[in-house]
């Protein structure tokens, strides 16, 4: 597929890169203060950037970077089109990786021995939930034989994710958000035996918590 559109976020680990893919090579870019939407043969893909906030996360935390990228995606014409979002690190440096995901989250933690930046997204079970509530997800997705069925197309690669969206009919929309937050690595505060865990709490929230939170709009 080919590379429509690119946004960054550059760590002491390496760069972590979110892109949008389209079996076409074809689109316009349009840019504003508030989003960025791209325009495909089939889609209309609407970009909102942001910071995690540190309020966002449990009193007396604080992560060090962070990014989010939070995708509306509209079926504008009827021509058919394969997209696909992905969301990963290039590392820079010797890291590890591993799954650190929780409740209505999958995550992707990146370590070197001093530093560690995660990657988050809704998991298929919070994905079911707005299904069902026709929130941005089509609530066909729910009325498969199983649910999850309609629904998973966020898969875990080699640090990051992949998402290859999934058939949408004309005016149906589709919400995928993914957060990074990088931070140095610490010991817990309140668990001097265990790892600090801000970024994870940072990267853990969900499409109603982000858009109420932040209060940012889309447009389109």
Avoid at 66 to 94: D, T, V
């Amino acid at each position: 597929m080919n590379k429509l559109f690119q946004s960054t976020l550059v760590t002491d680990l390496g760069e972590v890169a979110c892109s949008l893919f389209s079996e076409s090579n074809r689109c316009e870019i349009e840019e504003n203060q508030a989003s960025i939407i791209v325009k495909t043969s089939g889609h209309i893909c609407e970009l909102i950037e942001l910071e995690i906030d540190n309020k966002w996360i449990p009193k007396d935390m604080s992560i060090e970077q962070s990014k989010g990228w939070l995708w509306k995606i509209r079926k504008s014409k009827p021509k058919p089109e394969k997209l696909g979002i992905e969301c990963k690190m290039n590392p820079g440096c010797k890291v590890t990786s591993e799954r650190a995901a929780g409740e209505y989250l999958d995550c992707i933690a990146i370590e070197s021995k001093e530093k560690e930046v995660l990657i988050g997204t809704e998991d298929p079970e919070a994905l079911l939930h707005r299904s069902e509530r026709s929130d941005y997800m089509p609530s066909r997705f729910s009325k498969v034989p199983d649910n999850f069925n309609g629904i998973v197309f966020v898969n875990y690669i080699q640090f990051g994710f992949e998402a290859l969206l999934p058939v949408l009919y004309e005016e149906e929309e589709l919400y995928i958000h993914f957060l990074c937050a990088a931070n140095s690595i610490k010991k817990s505060i309140s668990y001097p035996d265990e790892q600090d865990v801000q970024t994870w709490y940072a990267v853990g929230h969900t499409k109603n918590e982000i858009l109420k939170w932040s209060g940012v709009k889309f447009n389109s």
